[in-house]
């Protein structure tokens, strides 16, 4: 058929996956106290003092708590910064970026 228009269709099936989160974790220990690590919740993750004794107690009675969810990158820089607060000031703690 000269001329006849073609009628074409298409069912574009797109799925956008959305990147994975990461939580930073800090681990109990014996030696870091209560009141560095509210210190550090406030300073670096930027918690209300309400909100980060309630994460240092959950890190003292469970053995971990999770500081915050974030994109890959600005997890690792707050696993980082906390870190080396802790170190400056002579504590063990741990801070851990898992996947969540």
Known sequence: MAGA????????NESVLEPPKYKVVIYNDNVTPVD???ALLI????????SAF???MKVHTDGSGVAG???Y???EQKGAESTAMARQNGFPLVIKVEVE
């Open 5 to 12: 228009l073609t009628e074409l269709e298409e069912n574009i």
């Open 36 to 38: 560095f690590v509210v």
């Open 43 to 50: 300073k670096i993750f930027h918690h209300s003092e309400p």
């Open 69 to 71: 969810v974030y994109g």
């Open 54 to 56: 309630d994460v240092t």
């Open 73 to 75: 990158e600005i997890a």
